[in-house]
């Protein structure tokens, strides 16, 4: 497998932006050698739905402006639809232990939640940041928006928010078993 497909699964398994450096780390390769291969991805994508977003440090994959018109679209579609269950589960995890990092979310809810991430994302719901803990990593938590909405000034102010915090954190520290 060529330096290209390996950054390009790369970025479809990690979902979110990654930097050159970490690039390099992972598939032992320089700097450089993951910018030329970054620029070759460029050139192949560029008359197709998906794109190689750079910013200089960091890269990722977007869609094609050309595209605008479904994906906006498909986004109201999206937006017309209830959250389920899943959705819920995030935004409830995400309310109440926020900020928390993506790796904490799957594990408390055993499954990958990327797609639920970005739904939520999408629909204004949460935010993303650089994680305070420096893992090159991303920190969710509610938007000011969302606790407007539901009517709290923050987060403690939630329902049962005490009870719950410490549900989660009980979970959190039990020891797990595999295959339950």
Sequence with gaps: MNLENKIEAILLFKNEP???????????????????ATENL??????????IINDGENI????????APLIEQIQKDEYSKDLGRAGL????????????????????????????LRNL???GLIERSESEVGERSY???????LLRFLG????????????????IEEFENSPQVDGE
């Design 18 to 36: 990654v930097s050159f450096k970490e690039l390099g780390k992972i598939l032992s390769a320089t700097t450089s050698e993951v910018k030329i």
């Design 42 to 51: 460029q050139n192949f994508y560029r008359d197709r739905g998906l794109v």
């Design 60 to 67: 990722s994959f977007g869609t094609s402006p050309d595209s």
């Design 89 to 116: 589960e995030t935004l409830s995890i995400i309310l109440y232990k926020g900020p928390i990092s993506r790796r904490e979310i799957d594990y408390i809810r055993g499954v990958n939640s990327g797609f639920i």
């Design 121 to 123: 994302l999408i629909r």
């Design 139 to 145: 920190s969710y938590k509610a938007t000011m928006e």
């Design 152 to 167: 709290v000034t923050k987060k403690e102010d939630l329902p049962e928010f005490a009870t719950a915090l410490q549900k």
